[in-house]
């Protein structure tokens, strides 16, 4: 069958980015199969944020191919549309719209993009609702929620859309320590259910427990790539030896 | 035990006594000014109390929307001079925010000429004073156009001369009466329509284009009323006689410099209000909105101008309010709306004091609507917040 | 061609039919316009003529007459200030521009500065009025032009701006009538046409004093000026005051500081740092706005500039007339409003 050879849902191939005369992503390659789960780390500027972005079309990467379950992003706008539907994102700033309540805010690309009835739309919005456990809010508006609600609602309003890939940049980054865990939590259980998933992230505790494959970036390159029982307990290349020593000292 | 704070010491009392002497001065130095205003007025043999608003005017004006003659009072000359403040605030507002919207996205085009241009529109127009460009708009029209023989002709008809500004205008039929009524009740059904389509596509999800069908109804509807009525389409088209134009619709050079100079400075300002408006939408919104497979024209219209527009109305209203102000500048041109008016009542009675004080509180009516209709916009679609 | 700027062309320029569309007829327009103003302001410009009418003659209406404004120049930037005592306005005008760059640097902030401002201020005055210590006196019916438009403006805010600050204290005042008459006032201003204050100014306030006082045109334009501004300027130290974050007003009060310590010391030196953008706006609007005194009867740029055109051996140059004194209006404007924008980015810088 076509989809058992295919394994790959993701594939990077010799990715170059360029802004400007800065090289941001330098001959980026990688596969993600289904249902893997990749955490991507590094110090800032390495080009994390960039690659994820390159994946749903919202930076252009001018050399290399980016494939999404077999569909290959280029600039049809067609494929580019197709991708999306199949890959959600979560964002560092949340990104919630102010001006819709929250049922509006998960229901509102289901409803425009999916053609799904009102009813139908509901349904499923309440139905992730409960799965990141905040069913009572559904009638608030973003601007109501503290932020690990606001970032939970975040991840709902991307599962809306049934995405086989959950791209996460960064989504604790921007939150109070003790709303952290709630944010965690809710990724992990999407991890046991399977998810394809590719998360940067600093949180290593997360990584641990849930990564199957860790990638350290720097200076827009992958350094290393190893499992994270390897790539924890012993480093390969100095730069990722320095970094770990750097984050995981507190 | 508590000891009662000394009398002196409380902070109620001497609030209450601070305020008693503020108002006792405020109030004081009012007497005082309206007592040497009442001996220099009476020692200058003039009158008081707004009687004078009955009698007769005798001077003339220029434009006026309602019939008025020198016989008439200075009652009916002031509202002759407010309905002009009002027309030329009307559709300089209309006219500015069309300008300014078109300036405004120009300042984020792609194109770069298209936005260095529409900047140095922007900062040229907002660098210098009002009063100038009004007087470079009336001069060039008063004085650089040509004589009514050597009338520019822009388009057919359109006649651009020293006299002002004259445009064909159709001739009455009742049929335009008919489409009037047509172009109503086809708003109404077209509305309908929409209100329609939305419960529709709620309900099963399937889209029907009745935005373009309300469209082709509000303009059909006229068109299907005007052929109906057998395409009456007389023009009263301006014609050269002796010094001037006769027939057809005609602005003066005042009117016409005083609109297209509050006009293009006002949509200089108002292009700038677009501009930071929609830039305000912080770019993570429609990136999430690309994220989730929306397309460019459904972010737009779902969340980029419903957050645009927060931002953008409050500092519009202040435009329109200040537009409407700057209409006050017309004395300097000659153009009689409330200003000219007022002054010129003034010089002829000599009661001064009323007639500005009337004046300010006109325009301080106005000022209160729009700061009025800016409340309840801002309170209506306020983001809600803990 | 440097393949950079190839594809900068590219994208910014050419990337769609539609662009390289707008891009061309934008171009063609351009160089039209550049091409007439070229051709009028030098190819068939004169530039020496012994009056207007053999002025026109030698460019035969086709070119710009810079000979007007060699002769009328000084007219035009100081009116009818004696002509032998004109350095004594220019001198003045300097004296402000100096003034004004030299308040640019954050540096001298601070009680130096208020003190230099005062003093120029007072040199300023002294030069243009005369009558003591060895300058002739020069009634302020005479002041005219560039330096009227300057004084006007500057002693006007400098005037209106501890008035402002009064105001919006008061607003904020728990005070119930405090607060009333303030809103009153601020409102009421803010309401009505700067023409229609001027003209209240102008007109009414003779009739306000006891019989026999006069006040000089001047005067009574310059309180107008500074009363309207009061209003606006009140409410840009409201927002200022508003931004200040509630703890600081907390921790004055904590360490037992009066309200009037409290304010001099701890609210207003921040309300105010945060004000200084938009303070500049307004001085930028006010400056514009000294051109409405023309049409009370005093004889700014406006009026010279008109006077110069209606001059019956040289008349009718409105465009070089209009344009000189447009020029003038710009380039301050025009900086000014750099200056403001380059402040706000540096103030946010150091907030942050």
Redesign the interface.
């Known amino acids: 069958m076509n989809g058992d050879e295919r394994k790959a849902m993701i594939e990077l191939h010799h990715v170059h980015k360029w802004y400007g005369a800065f090289h941001a992503l330098n001959d980026v390659s990688l596969e993600v199969a289904r249902g893997e789960k990749v955490v991507v780390c590094g110090p800032s500027g390495s080009g994390k944020s960039t690659m994820i972005r390159c994946i749903?079309?919202?930076e252009e990467h001018q050399q290399g191919q980016i494939i999404v379950d077999g569909i290959e992003l280029t600039a049809d706008l067609k494929q580019i549309?197709a991708i999306?539907?199949e890959?959600?994102?979560v964002?560092q700033?949340f990104?919630?719209?102010?001006?819709l309540t929250v049922m509006e805010n998960l229901t509102?690309?289901p409803?425009?993009?999916r053609?799904?009835?009102?009813?139908?739309a509901e349904e499923l919005a309440m139905h992730f609702l409960e799965r990141v456990r905040i069913p009572e809010q559904a009638g608030?508006?973003p601007?109501?929620l503290s932020g690990g609600q606001q970032q939970r609602v975040?991840i709902a309003?991307?599962l809306c859309?049934r995405p086989q890939v959950m791209l996460f940049d960064e989504p604790t980054s921007a939150l109070d320590p003790e709303m952290i865990k709630e944010v965690l939590d809710v990724m992990v259980g999407l991890a046991e259910d399977g998810m394809t998933m590719i998360c940067v992230t600093h949180e290593m505790g997360f990584a641990r427990t849930v990564a199957d494959l860790m990638v350290f970036m720097d200076g827009g390159e992958i350094v290393e790539r190893a499992p994270p029982e390897k790539f924890f307990a012993a480093p390969e290349s100095e730069r990722a030896q320095l970094f770990l020593s750097r984050i995981l000292s507190h | 035990m508590a000891a009662r704070a000394a009398l002196w010491n409380d902070p109620r009392l001497r609030a209450a006594l601070f305020q008693a002497a503020v108002i006792a001065g405020v109030v004081a130095l009012g007497a005082y000014l309206v007592h040497n205003t009442l001996v220099n007025m009476a020692r200058q043999g003039i009158a008081t109390g707004f009687s004078y608003l009955d009698r007769e005017a005798s001077f003339e004006i220029g434009e006026s929307l309602i019939r008025y003659t020198p016989a008439d009072s200075y009652g009916r000359a002031l509202v002759v001079g407010l309905l002009n403040t009002l027309l030329v605030a009307a559709l300089g507002v209309v006219l500015s925010t069309v300008l300014g919207t078109v300036i405004g996205i120009a300042r984020l085009s792609r194109n770069w000429l298209v936005r260095k241009l529409a900047l140095v529109y922007v900062e040229t127009l907002r660098n210098l004073p009002l009063l100038l460009q009004l007087i470079i708009w009336w001069d060039v029209l008063r004085v650089s156009a040509p004589p009514p023989r050597q009338a520019w002709e822009p388009l057919p008809g359109v006649f651009l001369s020293v006299r002002g500004i004259v445009f064909p205008v159709p001739v009455y039929s009742p049929v335009y009466r008919d489409m009037g009524i047509a172009f109503v009740a086809a708003l109404l059904a077209g509305w309908a329509v929409v209100w329609w389509g939305r419960r529709h596509r709620a309900r099963t999800g399937r889209a029907v284009p009745t935005a373009t069908m309300a469209v082709a109804l509000a303009l059909g509807a006229p068109l299907l009323a005007f052929l109906a009525g057998g395409a009456p389409l007389a023009w009263d088209w301006p014609t050269l006689r002796a010094f001037n134009f006769a027939g057809g619709l005609s602005l003066s050079p005042e009117f016409a410099a005083l609109l297209f100079g509050l006009t293009a400075y006002t949509a200089a300002f108002i292009a700038e209000i677009v501009r930071s408006g929609i830039e305000g939408v912080s770019r993570g919104q429609t990136e999430a909105a690309s994220a989730l497979g929306l397309k460019r024209g459904q972010t737009l219209r779902l969340i980029v101008l419903p957050q645009a527009l927060r931002i953008i109305v409050p500092p519009m209203l202040s435009e329109y309010l200040a537009l409407t102000k700057n209409s006050s500048l017309a004395i300097a041109i000659g153009y009689p709306e409330l200003m000219s008016i007022t002054n010129t009542t003034l010089n002829q009675t000599g009661q001064a004091v009323e007639a500005i004080a009337l004046m300010m509180a006109i325009y301080l009516a106005i000022s209160l609507v729009i700061s009025l209709a800016m409340n309840l916009y801002n309170r209506r679609i306020a983001f809600v917040e803990r | 061609m440097p393949p950079r700027a190839f594809g900068w062309m590219r994208a910014n320029l050419f990337s769609s039919v539609g662009n390289t569309v707008t891009t061309l007829v934008a171009l063609y327009v351009i160089a039209r316009v550049a091409w007439g103003v070229v051709d009028w302001g030098i190819v068939h410009a004169v530039w020496t003529a012994p009056g207007g009418r053999a002025c026109e003659a030698a460019s035969h209406g086709e070119g710009a007459c810079w000979a007007f404004l060699r002769e009328w120049y000084r007219f035009i930037l100081f009116g009818r200030y004696p002509y032998f005592e004109q350095w004594r306005p220019l001198f003045v005008v300097l004296l402000f521009v100096a003034l004004l760059l030299g308040s640019c640097d954050r540096r001298l902030w601070g009680m130096r500065i208020a003190l230099l401002w005062g003093a120029g201020l007072a040199v300023n005055l002294w030069l243009m009025l005369g009558g003591v210590f060895g300058l002739t006196y020069v009634p302020t019916e005479l002041w005219s032009g560039l330096p009227l438009t300057l004084i006007l403006a500057i002693v006007g805010l400098a005037l209106a701006f501890p008035l402002a600050i009064v105001l919006a204290l008061g607003r904020r005042s728990r005070m119930p009538a405090v607060r009333g008459l303030c809103v009153a006032y601020i409102e009421l201003v803010r309401g009505v046409p700067l023409i229609t204050v001027l003209f209240m100014a102008s007109v009414m306030l003779p009739l306000f004093l006891p019989e026999g006082t006069t006040i000089d045109k001047l005067v009574r334009a310059q309180a107008g000026f500074v009363l309207f501004y009061a209003a606006y300027l009140a409410e840009v130290v409201r927002g200022g005051l508003q931004a200040i974050p509630a703890g600081q007003e907390e921790a004055a009060d904590a360490l037992g500081l009066g309200y009037w310590r409290k304010t001099r010391l701890v609210i207003l030196p921040q309300a105010l740092k945060i004000a200084i953008p938009p303070l500049v706006n307004i001085f930028i609007a006010g400056f514009k706005d000294t051109t409405l005194v023309t049409i009370i009867g005093l004889f700014d740029l406006i009026s010279t500039a008109s006077n110069a055109i209606t001059d019956p051996n040289w008349r009718g140059f409105y465009v070089e007339a209009y344009g000189f004194i447009a020029l003038l209006y710009f380039v301050f404007c025009f900086f000014m409003s750099r200056y403001s924008q380059a402040l706000e980015r540096s103030l946010a810088r150091d907030r942050r």
């Open positions: 749903n079309r919202l549309d999306r539907r890959v959600g994102m964002f700033q990104n919630l719209f102010p001006h509102l690309a409803i425009w993009v053609k799904m009835k009102r009813s139908e608030k508006y601007g109501q975040a309003r991307a859309m």
